[in-house]
């Protein structure tokens, strides 16, 4: 397991959660049928995170239910039931976790990454973005256009026409809600000041990604 000072992490370190502000909701405090339903979310979403355990950040959003369930049915059109190619949909959401210094949204990742089909080298190139000779050129067109909106809220013209042309303008649409998305789920995790589930901890420790950027 690699210790947490000698893993990846962007320049500044990840956003501090040492000090929660919004806690999540105890699984034992929701009703049985809710209960029931996440737990079987969990197993079924375990094929990609390798955990059976409830998400913390499904716990924190339920502090507001109206919104968590218009968010979950409006997420899940994005991931994972999205239509752009999954290893590509899991670079995009990694770089933009890295560029939020967000912990929670990395260290979930990078396990559902792996499962996707990323390779370790491929993750841990991910901090160096677009310009590296490990990509492919659709892989390289959605890390250029994930930057882009980080960076100026926008997709310049030239990335815009070379994303097009390696997925469509069709997924180029989703592509850019799927940056928005999580940039904005980013912004909530790191408000909130949410910190790693611990096994997800464990796993992410375990991940043979560290050094390899």
């Known amino acids: 397991m690699t210790p947490v000072e000698r893993q990846l992490a962007p320049p500044g370190g990840w956003r501090d959660t040492a000090a929660p502000r919004l806690t999540p909701i105890a699984l034992s405090g ?111 067109a959605v890390l250029q256009a994930t930057d882009e909106i980080h960076a100026h809220r926008q997709v310049s013209h030239a990335t815009w026409q070379f994303v097009s042309e390696n997925v469509g303008s069709r997924r180029a649409l989703e592509l850019v809600m799927l940056v928005g998305h999580y940039e904005m789920l980013a912004g909530v995790l790191n408000s909130a000041c949410l910190p790693l589930e611990p096994d997800t901890e464990a796993r992410l420790a375990q991940a043979p990604i560290h050094g390899s950027s």
């Open 30 to 140: 929701l009703s049985w049928p809710l209960r029931t339903l996440l737990r079987l979310g969990a197993r079924w979403g375990s094929k990609r995170t390798g955990s059976t355990v409830v998400p913390d950040v499904f716990l924190l959003l339920l502090r507001h239910p109206h919104l968590f369930w218009a968010w979950l049915r409006f997420a899940s059109k994005l991931m994972p039931f999205g239509t752009l190619d999954r290893r590509d949909a899991e670079l995009v959401i990694l770089r933009v976790a890295w560029n939020c210094r967000c912990r929670y949204e990395w260290g979930q990742h990078v396990a559902i990454g792996l499962r996707a089909g990323l390779t370790p080298e491929e993750i841990g190139a991910v901090p160096q973005g677009a310009d590296t000779p490990t990509w492919s050129p659709r892989q390289r």
